[in-house]
């Protein structure tokens, strides 16, 4: 199986700074990385796909970037709403999709 | 817009099969774009994905589940459907079911979420 580790596990912040959250996979997944926010009791929501695209209707302040085995996102001038939880997600078509752990974005 | 909505118990006693049917709309569940999956988060943890079947009804599922968990899908009611077998109280987690993007390896609608407890 292919693991994915996210660092930090929590970040404190404030709103207007720009923050990086960390992705390693364990292996090689090219750009198999997908970005989601996730906020207490609701469904994750995707961010960024194909490690660096942009899904539609999300804010360009969100970005990623990186292939291989690490990846970025990068949040520039956090907002009130950006506060919550990252995941990272990879996909290999022989293992299946595996999430990193979380990270979780306080306000500092 | 599509949209996904989970509905089934959400009390399972240990041993028993888990069941729950995601009913989509705004978009046909037909078609090679797209798979549908279910994926599960215990309280305060984070997210597994369970498996996967495409509009064809052939499935790829977490060896971690250990042949336990089952998926099915109905097109002509726009449904798919998981059995989770033999479950236990490591079971208890909130179930979603996602439109997986066939392209890009990813989830990009989910349905609310359906919390379902194991206990006897």
């Known amino acids: 199986d292919i693991q994915m580790t996210q660092s930090p596990s929590t970040l404190s912040a404030s709103v207007g700074d720009r923050v990086t959250i960390t992705c390693r996979a364990s292996?090689?997944?090219?750009?198999?990385l997908a970005w989601y926010q996730q906020k207490p009791g609701k469904a994750p929501k995707l961010l960024i796909y194909k490690a660096s695209t942009l899904e539609i209707g999300v804010s360009s302040r969100f970005s990623g970037s990186g292939s291989g085995t690490e990846f970025t996102l990068t949040i520039s001038s956090l907002q009130p709403d950006d506060f919550a939880t990252y995941y990272c997600q990879q996909y290999n078509s022989y293992s299946g999709y595996t999430f990193g752990q979380g990270t979780k974005l306080e306000i500092k | 817009q599509v949209q996904l909505q989970e509905s089934g118990p959400g009390l399972v006693k240990p041993s028993q099969t888990l069941s729950l049917t995601c009913t989509v709309s705004?978009?046909?569940?037909?078609?090679?774009?797209?798979?549908w999956s279910w994926l599960r988060q215990p309280a305060g943890k984070g997210l597994e994905w369970i498996g996967r079947v495409f509009t064809s009804g052939s499935t790829v599922y977490n060896p971690s589940l250990k042949s336990r968990a089952a998926i099915s899908i109905d097109t002509s009611n726009n449904q798919f459907s998981l059995n989770l077998s033999s479950v236990t109280a490591a079971d208890t987690a909130t179930y979603f079911c996602?439109?997986?993007?066939?392209?890009?390896?990813?989830?990009?609608?989910w349905g609310q979420g359906a919390l379902v407890i194991v206990s006897s």
């Open positions: 996602a439109r997986g993007w066939a392209v890009a390896g990813c989830f990009d609608h």
């Open positions: 292996q090689s997944i090219s750009t198999w």
């Open positions: 705004g978009g046909s569940i037909s078609g090679s774009t797209y798979y």
